[in-house]
């Protein structure tokens, strides 16, 4: 957040100033109005209960959208977070499921190796970094097509996961690895109190550490950054291996809070993820966005789409007020490039 | 064909012109005229008012005060509809044409001739040469503009203009992206179209080129006329005078040349340069001459590892010999390098200028313990630099793109220069810069020279190199043609052997 613009007298800087100041926050008025409008169409909007169910839902989600965002901070994009993440939580599950936690003798059978599910959350974590990092290496040193890279293992991974988890569920996940998924300190579940802690450490590496400034300096010019002596391909590499890590931190927060886990667990998370960056203010040109954005785009859509839950408005009707919504944040987003431009 | 305007008959008059947006006057009663036949130079630095003025002439600003003449008839406003039927054309600073379309396409662009429903391509030839041939331009009709150098682009721009039956032509520094001998040849068809009467206003950076090929020049400085009246009045150091207000010093000395050999190229080569050599001391700034196309820049990209990389050779920094792999890396090893082209390869849009000033030495502020930044500290370093390197900007957080282009040049010195490096090359650091912002990078340099980094100036201009440098290498045809030692030679006989 750029609060701190110092302004001089001249009135076209101020107002620069100004404007870009309401761009920053304008998520925020937005959100407030939309749960203002939520609260009158149904009181029980602002109830514990929902508000806690909100946040609930919007924790895996929120792990894909921070995961995206770093992504399009460098001007890539990856399409394979939601499939990453399924992966994981089906090899995940495998690898915690053991006969003495079964329910069901199905999944148990194959790897019931008696791990520990400290053990299989590692593996979960480092097999998805690893995804990502291939994705990093193709797309930034033998830069192939970041769309094209990240389809292609989006789909590999789709057919990885229904092979591995032999399209079944997989029940008997041990309560240890579900107590952030599931429990609550008091009327906040831990998963959201994780999730905020999770947007305060990106916040602070986007702030103030080298890696963060370089995301933006190469999100923004990548050959403008190269030139000023930043290893550009490393830093795309460590965007990519940061996105899987955090579709990683997804899976392990959705089998928590589900306590199961198959190639079903999850559908159309991933263009919510990139709507609700977009909607917090993350170019899809590269180099802007914030992590306070982002999250106000999170909470923008979790609330959108539970508000119209709670007023049962068909899912039909939902999916067409959603693109509607990622349309304008779409348009937000070309007139914000193009108002940079214009002061050339 | 062309409309021959009688001598005493004044094509456009602007007087009074007054332009404000919001509290920001930029011009105040600037009055402006061009008389048939005439080449009208507007010079001023950058911020001075030229482009304003420009865009009242050709409609594109409504001027807040003033009224402007044209054939007899008052208008205190024009439109660009209007501006072009009054026979006001402009040449923009960047030439756009459809690459993809020949030549005849582009001239008759939105107005081909057809035959029913089908482009009489017959017809479009036929005339494009006529256009052509009216200018003097001998290019085939049917050659993709594509294909065309940028100075054939721009005749094919006037030519085009041309049928238009212009009274007046803006050429909006036209001879930026030019070599010597290209603009001799624009130079030529501007003479050749002022004998029938039409008359140019030509806004250019370069006081030599004003002095030559103007007949009067107006100054402009603070939005006001600083001075007005014929060419042969003003010296070059007049000029400067009157753009700049008071007089800086234009002359940059260094001292401090050591014998250390900071940079030593070896028979490095590019697909364009050949078997450059060249020891590079600590404290000496040696200047290339090269004319455009000679592959200079990529030659330099190719050293950095920016893009491309040499063919062969051996590059040995402080006598340790290294092979390249990166721009890091080079800075690592001690040398920096400054594009010419800043848009490209050194800007990065919509960050302050903050982050473009410090986002080359990032690691000095890194915490011990935190591996976090030192923000204080590097506000206080930024603000350090601003003041030193003077750039002129509304705060440390505004947008870089909302500076001029002077003052993003020189917040771009400021990164470099802050990394503190052994050796420097600097490409074309001048380039579009106004000449207050020129003078302080000259003396930046200079101070960076005494202070014992060796430097690598490459520069479009030859004056820059004679006052700036020690040695002056001349490249032409890809290898070191000659070598001149500081004051063994005059701008004309550089002039004479970098257009040969």
Same mark, same amino acid.
């Given at each position: ?5 110092? *302004? ?34 149904? =009181? ?8 806690s169910n909100i946040m609930l839902a919007a924790a895996p989600l929120g792990c894909l959208v921070l995961a ?13 977070i939601e499939?990453n993440m399924v992966?994981v939580a089906?090899?995940g599950g ?23 599910w400290?053990?299989a959350l590692?593996?979960m974590l480092?097999?998805a ?44 996940i =041990?309560?240890g690895f579900r107590y952030i998924g599931t429990a609550k300190?008091?009327?906040i579940p831990v998963a959201a109190i994780f999730l905020l802690a999770l947007f305060?450490l ?8 080298? $890696? ?33 890590l955090l579709s990683g931190v997804a899976a392990f927060l959705l089998v928590g809070r589900l306590g199961t886990a198959?190639?079903?667990i999850s559908?159309?998370q991933?263009?919510l993820a ?24 999170l909470?923008?859509?979790s ?13 039909? #009707? ?24 214009? *002061?050339? | ?36 036949? @005439? ?21 594109? #600003?409504?001027? *807040? ?84 150098? #940028? ?14 039956? =212009? ?38 950076? #370069? ?26 009045? $003003? ?40 078997? $450059? ?6 404290? @000496? ?14 030659? $330099? ?19 340790? =010999? ?17 594009? @010419? ?88 650091? *001048? ?63 550089? @002039? ?5």
């Amino acid at each position: 957040m750029q609060v701190e613009s110092k *302004t001089q007298a001249e009135t076209r800087r101020t107002r620069f100033a100004y404007r870009h100041h309401l761009q920053n926050n304008f998520i925020w008025v937005l959100l407030v109005l939309t749960m203002c409008v939520a609260w009158f169409a149904n =009181p029980r909007f602002l109830s514990a209960l929902n508000l806690s169910n909100i946040m609930l839902a919007a924790a895996p989600l929120g792990c894909l959208v921070l995961a995206e965002s770093i992504v399009l901070l460098t001007g890539n994009f990856d399409l394979s977070i939601e499939a990453n993440m399924v992966f994981v939580a089906i090899v995940g599950g495998l690898l915690m499921v053991t006969p003495e936690t079964a329910e069901s003798q199905i999944a148990a059978a194959q790897w019931g190796i008696p791990w520990s599910w400290p053990v299989a959350l590692t593996v979960m974590l480092a097999l998805a970094s690893l995804i990502g990092l291939l994705n990093g290496i193709m797309v930034a040193r033998f830069r192939m097509n970041n769309f094209m890279v990240t389809m292609a293992t989006m789909i590999m991974l789709e057919g990885m996961a229904l092979l591995v988890g032999e399209g079944r569920n997989i029940f008997g996940i =041990p309560e240890g690895f579900r107590y952030i998924g599931t429990a609550k300190a008091g009327a906040i579940p831990v998963a959201a109190i994780f999730l905020l802690a999770l947007f305060a450490l990106v916040r602070d590496m986007l702030k103030s550490t080298v $890696f963060g400034r370089q995301l933006y300096a190469v999100g923004s010019n990548r050959a403008a950054a190269r030139a000023a002596g930043i290893s550009d391909t490393q830093v795309i590499i460590l965007a990519y291996v940061l996105c899987g890590l955090l579709s990683g931190v997804a899976a392990f927060l959705l089998v928590g809070r589900l306590g199961t886990a198959s190639a079903g667990i999850s559908s159309g998370q991933l263009f919510l993820a990139v709507a609700a960056a977009v909607v917090g203010g993350v170019s899809l040109f590269g180099g802007r966005g914030t992590a306070m954005g982002i999250l106000g785009g999170l909470l923008l859509m979790s609330v959108i789409d539970n508000a119209m839950n709670l007023a049962q408005i068909p899912p039909n #009707y939902v999916q067409i007020v959603r693109g509607g919504v990622i349309l304008l944040a779409v348009l937000a987003d070309a007139l914000r490039v193009g108002f940079g431009k214009r *002061t050339l | 064909m062309q409309t021959i305007h009688t001598k005493d008959e004044t094509l456009i008059n602007a007087r009074a012109i007054s332009k404000s947006f919001g509290h920001n006057e930029v011009l105040k009663g600037v009055d402006f005229d061009v008389q048939p036949g @005439e080449v009208h130079a507007l010079l001023g630095e950058n911020g001075a008012g030229k482009t304003t003025l420009l865009r009242i002439l050709s409609g594109r #600003y409504q001027p *807040t005060a003033g009224c402007i003449e044209i054939n007899g008839e008052e208008f205190s406003c024009l439109t660009p509809v209007l501006a072009q039927s009054l026979g006001i054309e402009i040449v923009p600073q960047l030439v756009e044409l459809v690459d993809d379309l020949p030549i005849a396409d582009n001239i008759f662009l939105g107005r081909w001739p057809t035959r029913a429903f089908w482009i009489n391509h017959d017809e479009i030839i036929n005339r494009s040469e006529k256009v052509l041939s009216q200018v003097g331009v001998e290019l085939d009709p049917q050659t993709l503009v594509r294909d065309l150098t #940028y100075v054939q682009k721009q005749m094919v721009e006037i030519a085009r203009i041309n049928q238009f039956e =212009p009274r007046v032509i803006i050429l909006d520094e036209p001879t930026a992206a030019l070599s010597v001998r290209e603009i001799e040849i624009l130079f030529e068809m501007v003479n050749r179209l002022r004998q029938r009467g039409i008359g140019f206003v030509f806004v250019t950076h #370069y006081l030599n080129e004003a002095a030559r090929m103007s007949d009067r020049l107006t100054i402009l400085r603070d939005g006001i006329v600083a001075t007005s009246g014929p060419v042969e009045k $003003f010296s070059i150091q007049d000029m400067v005078r009157h753009m700049v207000g008071d007089v800086t010093d234009f002359c940059s000395d260094h001292s401090g040349l050591s014998d250390e050999v900071v940079l030593a190229l070896q028979n490095t080569s590019t697909d364009l340069i050949h078997d $450059f050599n060249l020891q590079l001391r600590a404290g @000496e700034i040696v200047g290339l001459a090269a004319p455009k196309g000679e592959g200079v820049s990529e030659y $330099f990209r190719a050293l950095c590892r920016l893009s491309g990389k040499l063919n062969s050779g051996e590059v040995i920094i402080k006598g340790n =010999p290294v092979r390249l792999r990166s721009p890091a890396h080079a800075q690592r090893c001690g040398l920096g390098y400054l594009s @010419e082209d800043r848009h490209q390869w050194g800007l990065i849009p919509g960050r302050s200028v903050r982050e473009n000033t410090s986002i080359g030495t990032l690691q000095k502020l890194v915490k011990r313990v935190s591996r976090h930044l030192d923000l204080p500290g590097e506000k206080k370093v930024v603000a350090e630099l601003i003041e030193k390197f003077q750039v002129t900007t509304p705060g440390m957080e505004a947008d870089i793109q909302i500076l001029s282009g002077g003052n993003q040049q020189k917040a771009l010195v400021a990164r470099l220069f802050n990394a503190r490096l052994a050796v420097y090359i600097l490409d074309d650091p *001048t380039f579009g810069v106004d000449v207050k912002s020129k003078a302080q990078v000259h003396r930046l340099i200079a101070e960076e020279a005494s202070q014992g980094a060796g430097i690598i100036l490459h520069s479009s201009d030859l004056d820059e190199l004679l006052q700036m440098c020690d040695r002056i290498l001349l490249i032409q045809q890809g290898r070191i043609a000659h070598e001149f030692k500081r004051g063994e030679v005059s701008l004309a006989r550089l @002039e004479e052997l970098h257009a040969s």
